[in-house]
């Protein structure tokens, strides 16, 4: 079985070179029946990675040790979920899994692709384009970094998953994120065929941005259950670090957000070309270098990277694939200038470029960060960039951003009506104020932290006042209750308000981080028994130790009872399990949490004397963390709103110009741009929509005469 | 900004050598040092929430007294840093930070 999974990886090396070529010289020359086939060698690729997939969740399902990697991060003992999630718990195995996931969005692209249309031409570029990321996915994992090396003789058990590793966040987050990076590769393909055919327009837009947004929704899971397992299991009371490893999967995540952005702005104005194709060269390689920074061990240490048989190969993937990308926007710089150009600097689209700007500037923070300890290494001088750092600079740049979500929506495109905003802003700005105001009479008085409460309170009035607007001018012009209102709102212009719904998310998730991080309260107590501390809100009692048997292993929990203004709520048991295959560790820790809407009180277990009357303990009460999760969800709605294909088809030509021509006349009612501005741009969209008609009725009555005299 | 702000955030670390020979100048200042954990010398007093240990680095060696929990990823001959500043005959650690590989772990020394 190993063999053959091998024997399948190496198959997928030579199909995904033959494929790139097959895309390339099918493309160059126009030869369909070559593209045919590469379409259909597509198919066979997902199918051979499948299988070579299958092949390692065999062995790792059947404990065969004589497989090198499953000895390394399996054992008998471990339960059949944390088998399956040791597939990427490591280097060859994560691999494995981006090739796996990267044949998978080669096949939905291959399937998404119809004849006919404009801008057909790209996909077969961005085909070869992908087959070439697989040429070296399938590379390191036939040959470099091969997930079925054996051990012989096989030991008798394996060395098991790291228990820290052993949870549920950290089963799903690789997975997630995975999801995330590699989707990434699409746009990027698509951006490099426009490049490669010199099309101009917006098409390679347009027909990934779906793919775009759906990659970015993973990406975003991905970092947020990264977060929450990192709240969960390493026991230290918070969710984000600023550690390598989480800025290596934020930075993309920056980015992609900015691209996406700029890209709505391109898709109607024409503008920002050449920053969006860069934006997309950055993201990519940004997963790249993700993949590469998590999983080559260059963290760990500077000789790690000497050792590590992938990183020099990872280094030169990422130097060859930027060179050739940038060498492809210097060369057709001409056709990225865009036609159009700013009309006002109080409009969406401005605003969306101040985002840009500002998400460009804290990705360059980040990566300031990250990369400055690693380089300072090779000069053997350690420095450590951390927190404090991350926090002081980002944290303005946050703000803004935050604020600007608030005005965004209330702004109009091309030009925002200027003598009617301050009456916009004001209910919303007066809700924030009254909010903030409220909470400092309440005792928070940190201006970071009301800045913070203040700046999310604003973006929730102003999406809750767009909402609300929106839906009275629709009810009024169409007769319609208001609800039914909204509600065709929502249905009609999916990516608009969809895109409000995650911004809404992201209002939640600021609470909660404004909250933990200005309010965590940290407490350390040993405890006899019937003897209880208050941290935060609440008062614990420690009533006695247990042992058992939890997920396969030993396992101690206590039992604490939590009061809440003097009233029992539950009984909490934070644990100490005993990994035998981990002694050297200590018995891990399993914090206990219980959640409410107001925060999350967090225990974890020191130890115990001997008889257990007595136990020591850590406990946390942190503010608002609840939100955070809850945002994520509340993101993931308005994304899957946005992306979910209600009306298919019915996005491009006049039926797009049709909801354009609605969404003026919305904005318009609602005094977002003055009456002029709306007559001529309403002109000016309802001229586009008779040349297409015309231009139609030309062809089919072209047609029609063709039919007539054969 | 960013360039203002880098060099105030960047933290040096000090090897243990390094940190015992200007231990006087640097009188009770609060420093990061770094060090690997002498096997044996772990003493954990769960019930009193105390944790010591030594630490070495190029053949100095500096006993480490920290209030806390002991992180799961503490273990002998593991790199650390330790935040804070020296208290009478010992290293008073405000924080105890373990460079933790396993959370960035590769297969390489596996089944060698």
Known sequence: ????????????????????????????????????????????????????????????????????YVAATSERNLPVLYKIGAFWAAQEGSLLLWLWILAGYM????????????????????????????????????????????????????????????????????????????????????????????????????????????????????????GWWAYRELGWGGYWAWDPVENASFMPWLTATAFFHSAMVEERRGILKNWNMLLIVFTFMLTIFGTFITRSGILSSVHAFAQSDIAPWFMGFIGLILAASLYLVLDRYGMLVGRGELESLLSKEASFLANNLILATITAIVFVGEVVPLLTKLWGVEVSVGPPYFNAVTGPFFLLMVLLMAVCPLLAWRRAHLRNLPRFLAGPFLFALGFALLLAAGGIRRPGALLGFFSAAFVLGSIVREFWQASRVRARALGLSLPRALGGLLVRNQRRY?????????????????????????????????????????????????????????????????????????????????????????????????????????????????????????????????WIWTGLWVMVVGAALALWPLRRGREEGEEALYLRLRELEYDYRMGKMEAADYER????????????????????????GGRRTP | MVIANLPRAMTYYYPVDQYLMQRAELGTRHVQVKGKVVPGTIKWNPVALDLRFVIRENGREMPVAYQGLKPDTLQDDIEVVVAGRWEGNEFQAKSVMVKCPSRYISTENVGK
């Open chain 1, 498 to 626: 969809g895109g409000y719904i995650v911004h809404l998310g992201i209002a939640l998730i600021v609470f909660g981080v404004v909250g933990s991080n200005y309010y965590q309260v940290s407490e350390k107590f040993s405890l006899r028994m019937g003897e209880s501390a208050t941290v935060g809100p609440y008062t614990l009692a420690y009533l006695g130790l247990e042992e058992g048997i939890r997920d396969n292993v030993d396992a101690v929990w206590a039992n604490v009872e939590v009061r809440r203004g003097g009233k029992v709520v539950g009984v909490i048991r934070p644990e100490r399990r005993f990994y035998p295959k981990f002694e050297q560790m200590g018995p891990s820790t399993e914090a206990a949490i219980r959640s409410s809407l107001t925060g999350d009180v967090y225990l974890i277990l020191g130890g115990w004397d001997a008889g257990g009357t007595v136990a020591s303990f850590q406990a946390f009460w942190n503010p608002l963390v609840p």
């Open chain 1, 107 to 226: 096949l939905a692209v291959a399937l998404s692709q119809r004849g006919g249309g404009r801008g057909q031409e790209l996909f077969p570029w961005a085909q070869g384009v992908l087959s070439l990321v697989a040429v070296f996915f399938s590379f390191l994992t036939s040959f470099i970094a091969n997930p079925f090396a054996r051990l012989l003789p096989p030991p008798p058990d394996g060395n098991g998953l790291n228990p820290l590793l052993q949870d549920p966040g950290m089963w799903g987050h690789p997975l997630l994120l995975y999801m995330g990076y590699v989707g990434m590769s699409v746009p990027y393909a698509f951006g490099m065929a426009a490049l490669i055919t010199r099309s101009p327009g917006a098409e390679w837009l347009r027909f990934t941005r779906r793919w775009t947004i759906f990659a970015w929704t993973f990406l975003t899971l991905g970092i947020v259950v990264g």
């Open chain 1, 1 to 68: 079985m190993p063999s053959f999974g091998h024997a399948a990886l190496v198959l997928s090396f030579f199909l995904s070179l033959g494929l790139t070529g097959a895309f390339f010289y099918g493309a160059r020359s126009r030869h369909p029946a070559l593209l045919r086939a590469a379409r259909t060698g597509v198919f066979f690729l997902f199918a051979l990675v499948t299988l070579s997939a299958l092949a390692l969740f065999y062995a790792l399902l059947t404990d065969d040790f004589s497989v090198r």
């Open chain 1, 681 to 704: 741009w309403r002109a000016e969209i309802l001229g586009e929509i008779s040349a297409r008609e015309s231009a139609r009725s030309q062809t089919s009555r072209r047609r029609r």
